[in-house]
């Protein structure tokens, strides 16, 4: 179609300021934060498919009536909100349109007897948390990028929170949502504690990145928020394996620290200044809720460790941690100082407790022997189950002149890729799988793979939602 004649009808569609064909604003709403993207940015080199415009509807009907038209007219579409991703999630397709939602912007109720609160996909969770925490109440949901993310965002991606031992991610959280198909129909499934219906709708949505609809409201639980009652202790634990057999430990027998976090000894070394003492990992606790189960957690942690080689660090190392989990994400926007050529990245997976040792230890071991430009890895496990827990690992590398700087990066995710796999460990955990994972997409799901393809072309037939996401590319 005529780029002309498209922006023209669009901007009748949504209205005259809602769509913008202004180059260096399509660019900015092109762009996520998968850091071999950003070195491209500083060395020049940075080429992205160029999309067409950017539509920032202020409506579900809006939205509805945007891609009813871009479906009748087969035009690609990825839709967008916070834009914190990290996985070229958000990377659109040559002349398509980006369908940005932030802002759909409001938040809706706060139902404190229901205990639920009801919000707009382009609503910051940043301000939703600060909103609620004033009242007394809390989502549970604190993701790293908490000062950037939108709902929408962090619905489609199935994001997780710094606190989800305790909360569970954002699929324990979501209890009802609105969402609009690729043809311009409009969804709700209603707010209930549980039903027994037929399967649960609210998975299609969440998790599917944008490839199957767009998520335009939902409702969240909330919690009494108490950080007067937490109690928390961090540890020098002596090695990985040693702290992930403490923490299957903690799980199995009952216990839900919100936070449980376990740094490797790279990572004790290079991010943590040596804290925890040489050899040792550093184990973060911190336990939220009623005073009686904050204590009752605390006092358990302490007797449980006695029966590994630890050292007791106290409080500081955890206050130390909540005061910065987020400072990331504050400077994502800044330039970065490329001067010394490193890139530094990370990636997420998880297995169960069988194997998600020898996956942290089989990276670990492999990556230095195939990549003489690597400077760093390590990783650190945050986000534990009964069955098991994850690995988010760490990585920087030097770029070379004469190999591009994404050629380095697909190493070392083939890497973290094909050892997981290998051991039947999950490729993502929290980030989503974005497009770079996609390769690997046919061999996570087995053969299930083939009822995403169906459910694609039960719900955008004519695929013009998100390509190249979970599905191959095209598709």
Known sequence: MNKAKMIA??????????????EELVLEASKDYIQFRAYERFDGQYDVPKAACVVRP???????AVLKYLNENSIDVVPRTGGSCVTQGVEPCTDGVILDGSELNELLEVDECNMWVTA????????????????????????????????????????????????????????????????????????????????DLRHLFIGSEGMLA?????????????????????????GMSNGLQFIRKLMVDGYRP??????????????????????????????DGP?????????????????????????????????????????????IDYSRGIVSDTCEISAPWTEIGDIHEAVLTRLPK?????????????????????????FEYAARKDIPVK????HLIRVIMEETLSRGGSIAHHHGSGKYRTPWMPQEHGSSYALMYRLKEAMDPKRILNKGVILAAGS
């Open 120 to 199: 707009r996909c382009g609503t910051p969770m940043a301000y939703i948390e600060d909103y609620l925490q004033a009242r007394g109440f809390t989502t549970g949901h604190s993701p790293q990028s908490l000062p950037l993310a939108h709902v929408g965002g962090l619905i489609a991606t199935r994001s997780i929170g710094q606190f989800s031992t305790l909360y569970g991610g954002i699929e324990d959280m979501v209890i009802g949502l609105e969402a609009v198909l690729a043809n311009g129909e409009i969804v709700r499934i209603k707010n209930n504690p549980r039903r027994s219906v037929g399967p």
């Open 58 to 64: 202020k409506s579900v009907e809006s939205v509805s």
């Open 407 to 410: 050629d380095d990066f697909m």
């Open 370 to 394: 195939e990549m003489e430009n690597l400077v760093f890895i390590g990783g650190h496990s945050s986000h534990s189950y009964l069955n098991g827990t994850n690995i988010y690992f760490i």
């Open 214 to 238: 767009f998520i335009t409201e939902a409702s969240l639980k909330i919690y009494p928020y108490r950080p007067e009652t937490r109690w928390m202790n961090a540890y020098g634990i002596r």
């Open 291 to 335: 005073k009686p189960i904050t204590d009752a957690t605390g006092e358990a942690v302490e007797s449980l460790i006695k029966d590994y080689e630890y050292v007791d660090l106290g409080k500081k190392p955890v206050e130390s941690w909540l005061k910065t989990r987020n400072d990331a994400s504050y400077v994502m926007d800044e330039p």
């Open 258 to 287: 919100a936070v449980v976090r376990l740094h490797d000894e790279e990572e004790n070394q290079t991010f943590w200044h040596g804290i925890a003492g040489e050899n040792n990992c550093l184990l973060l606790l911190l336990a």
């Open 9 to 22: 009808e669009l901007k009748e569609l949504a209205g005259e300021k809602q769509v913008t064909d202004d």
